[in-house]
């Protein structure tokens, strides 16, 4: 969830200054019409682990 | 006769029902005549996402003259399907700021009650004047409505004082 700074005086929203968590599309709205700044990006889930690759000594102990 | 709702409590609009995908500045109210006023928002489903941003403000007269933050701490709010949930949840935002939102609230039905007493205004800097506002919520429809709830008239009569003049 992206966080944003309320950076223009406009009737209706959050005062200059005010911080929030919003949704993305909220986000690119808001941003995008000059209301807010991005303050920080949405978190991306994190990539998997790749699988660790198998261990030849321990193919060479079965033999 | 035990004294009737309207001869003790007024009802002033804040925004009638509406889509609030586009901005709802609410109409003022002045506490001139009363000692608290509830500010409710009543909302149908929308979709996720879409939260609705409350917020309040204060201002020396109903025209928004000086307009500056209004902070609240606590609020009241039911949430789901409203004919299911029978009780208020107390909500307790940690500090005191001028904007309430619930980030799973959208896509739900809700009641927000907001109750502001007149001496939480800026009195000494002669703020009398409430007004409750909703953001644009997205790109999708979702109803609401925003109502005022005047309680603790200072002059009570058969008719309780208007509080949308100064």
Known sequence: MPKIRITDVRNGYPAVGTE????????????????????????KA???APEPAPNPEEKKGKK | MAARFAEQFNIASAFVPVDMQTVQSGDWVSLKGYGKVVCLLF??????????????????????????NLTFRHLHSKAGTLTSVGTWTAVDKGSATA?????THAEVQAIYAIEINAEDLDVSGGFDCVQMSVADTGGNAQLGCGLYLLCDPRYPQATVQSAIVD
Not at chain 1, 20 to 43: F, H, K, P, Q
Not at chain 2, 43 to 68: C, E, N
């Open chain 2, 43 to 68: 909302k149908a489903a929308g979709t996720a996402g879409d939260d609705p941003v409350i917020t309040l403000s204060q201002a020396t007269a109903v025209a928004g003259t000086g307009t500056k």
């Open chain 2, 99 to 103: 904007t309430y939102t619930d980030a």
């Open chain 1, 20 to 43: 929030m968590d919003v949704s993305d599309d909220r986000a690119a709205r808001w941003c995008g019409t000059g209301i807010a700044a991005l303050v920080l990006e949405s978190a």
């Open chain 1, 46 to 48: 994190p990539e998997p």
